[in-house]
C-alpha cells in the first residue's frame, strides 16, 4: 500500500486564467466563455408561482444585482461574498425578468390542487398545471431562458415533502431508482423537455429565511437554509449554465489527450418493473454534458446483477462517440468510462468493439463505489480531500471529501466515505486516474462548493434517472444535461 495526496485540480475560467476555487474564479476572471461568442450576455427569466412567490423570486433577482455580503465566519474562503450581477460583475451577463415573463398561479387554483386526494394524483395534477404556464410563456415573442418555478409551500407540502430523498448524507449517491410514488421533481422535468426551456425549481426560504418548511420525516426539524451569499452563488451559476453558459472547465494541459468521460448508469421504470434501462452522461473537459439513452439491462450470469447485453453496450458507446464527434468535430483520443458497478464480459467486449471500430487506443474503465474502509488522522479533522491509497496498480481509495486547506476545515456534516476505484480496463497510470476523478467532482453546476463526493459523470446518473424514468422509450429526450440538473 502506498499513501499520497494529490493537489486540488485547478478550473479555468475567463481568459483561460486558472484557480482551483469556483467562486473565487469567476469573481476574478468571469465565467469561461466571457470572451466567446455566444455566451449568454443577457438571460431572460420567466417565472411561475404565487403572488407571494412570484413577487418574492423577482425581488430576489433585483437583490442579486446589488449583491450580497459574506456570512461572518472565520473560513472566509468557505463563505465569499456575492458581488453582484452588474455587466462588470461576476458574470459579466444581465438576469432580468419582467411582468410579460410572469404567471402567477391563482389561491383557488392552488387550494384546488393541494386538495386532490391521493399522492400521486395531486403530483400529476401540480405537474400538469405548472407545465401548462410554463407552456403559455413559451408561446411568447420573447421566449425566457430559463423559467423559475417559484413554489408556494402549500404545494411543496403536498408533493416535495411527500417523498423525501434517500437519506439525509447528500454524499450517497447512486444509481438512480424508482420508488412507489411519484417523484416531484424528476416528472416536473420530463414534463417540460418537450418545451426546451430548461426551470429552475425555487423555495419561498431563498427570498425569505423566515419561511418554515418543517420535513415531514422528520416532523420536529425545520430545513436550514444557507446565507444569502451561498444561495446566490449556487442559483445564479445554475441558471447561467441553464441558459446555455458555460461558468468553468477543467483546467487542461495542451499535451494530453483528449478525452470523452462517459458515466453508466441504469434505472427502474416508474411501474418499478425488474426491467432496467441504460443512460450514459457524456462529459467532455469543457462540461458539455450531453445524455443518450441506452437499451434495457439484463441480468447476468456472473453475478446475477443488472448488465447491458453486448449488443446494446456496443450500441450505447457507438452513439456516445459519434455525439463526440458532432461537437468536436473528431473522435477522442481516449475513453473513460465511470459504473457504480462492475463490468461483465458482454459489456466489456462490447465496449471495445466501439472503440476499436474508430481506432481510438486508449481508454479507461473505472467501477467506482463508496467505501466503508475509512483512514484516520491525529486530531479531530478527517483526512486531507486528495488522500489517496493504493492497494495495487488498478485499484485505491480516494478520498472526495474531507479537510480542505483552501477552506481551512472540513466544510461537510457527516464523517466523509472515500471512493474506491477499481480499474477494469488501465489504459493511464492509475494516479492519473484518480486525480482526474477527483477534477470529475468540480463539474456539478449546481453547487460553487467545490469539495463534492461524486464525479459529475456518476453524480449525474440519478438526476437523469430520476426524469428519464417518466418518459417513454418512443419519447425523443432533451440531449443536454441543464435540462435534468
Known sequence: MRLSHLAEPELEFGSGLRHPDIRFGIMDYGPFDVHIDGAPRRVKLGIVGSADTVEGTARWIEACSDGFEAKPSRQANLFPRFPGLRNDETFRCEFTTSSELQRILPTKEIGRLVAVPGQREVTREVVSTI??????????????DVVLIALPVEIIERTVNAREATGENEDEVGEAEAG??????GMLKAACMRLRIPIQLMWPTTFDPSYRIPRKLKENSDRRTQDPA????NLVTAIYYKAGGLPWRLARDARELRTSFVGLSFY???????MHTSTAQMFDERGEGLILRGGRMVESEEDRSP??????A???????????RGQHGHYPARVVLHKTSRFDSNELDGFHKAIDER?????DFVWIQKSMTRLYRLGVYPPLRGSLLRFSKDQALLYTRGSVDFFRTYPGMYVPRPLMLRCQVLGQPLQHIAHETLALTKM?????QFDNGMPITIAAARQVGQVLKYLGDEQEIAPRYSFYM
Open 131 to 144: 407545465v401548462d404556464e410554463i407552456a403559455v410563456l413559451a408561446e411568447r415573442t420573447a421566449r425566457p
Open 180 to 185: 412507489n410514488e411519484l417523484d416531484f421533481r
Open 230 to 233: 451561498t444561495i446566490a452563488w
Open 268 to 274: 427502474r421504470s416508474v411501474e418499478g418493473e425488474h
Open 307 to 312: 448488465h447491458l447485453t453486448a449488443e446494446d
Open 314 to 324: 456496443y450500441a450505447l458507446l457507438r452513439d456516445s462517440l459519434k455525439v463526440f
Open 359 to 363: 481506432d481510438i487506443d486508449y481508454a
Open 444 to 448: 456539478n453546476w449546481n453547487n460553487t
